[in-house]
């Protein structure tokens, strides 16, 4: 068992989602950055679908009541293992009496935790991931205490060399593909999506990003339809939003652009401020 | 058109009709039924139907091809069996928050607009939005009303409500801007079932008013477990 002491500003447990309950309304949730959630459980020689604990921008205290090995990976938040730094990407021993804890955020936005065996908590629809309205519990709190899914005996013997891509957190550009509703706008306004850089506003968390600059939009709304993670929005008012991974399964707003998928990963790891260029595929 | 990496969306014209809506359903019953392999994901709306694969889409128009082979197929009809299900709603001043102010505006009586609500058979065309809220045609064109210009920041789990020209019902509390005119008090989302929601795309609602009393009473049944929706089984 591991005891939550504090858990840190926005704290969730998710895994790759909740998939095949869109017709019920239900969103896909899961980890925000896929590509560093799935490098922590790799590392640790997990199931790429166990479940991690994803932290927002500060980290939990948390105190450890097993004998286990732990991987962090994405965001630096300074870990500590009882006061002394630990490296990311790297599987670590912990032993019952440990604590986890994380300081000053260094790079990236949201950082994962994965343990041998994965995370257990209320399994709803095939998945852990954390969503209000679906699970009991929408975030972590003091005093929650976490099982292990799979329990293991001793600890990850892996040394898996893995280079992480320093790209992942450095690059500015955010690929993506033409949205369902991009041929409605303007050659003009067409340009413009891929000439000007746009910043990623105080509105952002796990369902959406809003973007600060504006766009000139005449654009009708479309009859309510499908949108999914990585969707581009286009609002009346000309604003860019670009919904995540806890997105609503449809929306009315025209559908300008269609992220990559590793590019949703990589804006999950932008915040407050960041500037980002959208870049097209073919 | 794709949409993404490993999506597909096919878009019907951008109409709310019904015929859409059939046609969307039966050629949806059909990817069901033939089991395509990869799909992971069939989310239908009003006019679309976005079909999800678990790998990245290598071609696309083979994926295509494909779908539009099994459409234009001829072959009999998969059975669908559409439900007419009967949802109580209490319009009881307690609930219906904006009932007054609606009745105001219109210059209607209140009685006469929760006959108009109540008197009509509505269909679903969808769920989506929150989990468990369904996408209902066929509201009154007198009971029309815009959506609160500053939407509330909370609406209560089981709200009637009227946005538009639509009509829903809030299965979980909610911000929304929509007039609130009554509560039901059953569930409509129960994330503990496989099969969450009890009505399909397709199916018919109606709504039986009940007194604050029946409310009460059915609620209590519902936190017990033994409460017993009605509904019907519709021939075409």
Redo the contacts between chains.
Sequence with gaps: MIRVLKAGLYTTIQDLGRYGYRDYGVPYSGVMDAYSGSMANVLLGNRAHAAVIEMTMTGPILEWHCDTSICISGADISPKLNDIPIELNKPVQVKSGDIVSFGKLISGFRSYLAVLGGFKTENIMHSYSMYQGVTKQSKLFKNDELLIDVPLKGFAVKHAAIKIKETHFITKHIEVFKGPEFQRLSKAQQGLLFAKGFTVSKKNNRMAYQMEESLENDLEPIITSAVLPGTVQLTPSGKLIILMRDCQTTGGYPRVLQLKETSINILAQKFTGDLVYFKLRA | ?????R?V?I?WP???DENVLSDIILFKAKIKNKSIKGI?????????L?I?YDVFIVSFETMVNELKKLYSQKERSPKFISKQWKIPVCYDTTFAIDLDAMAHEKAMSTESIIERHSKTVYTVY????????M?LGGLNEKLYTPRKSMPRLEIVKGAVAIGGEQTGIY??ESPGGWNVIGNSPIEF?N??S?V??FAN?GDKIVFKRISLKEYHDIKTLVAAGVYQLESKVIDD
């Design positions: 058109m794709p949409f993404g990496e999506s969306l878009q951008a109409v709310i992971v994901e069939l989310n239908s709306s009003y006019n679309s976005l999800v969808f769920i989506g939005f929150l989990p468990g809220f996408y299965p979980s989302f994330p503990k496989d969450p929601c795309a």
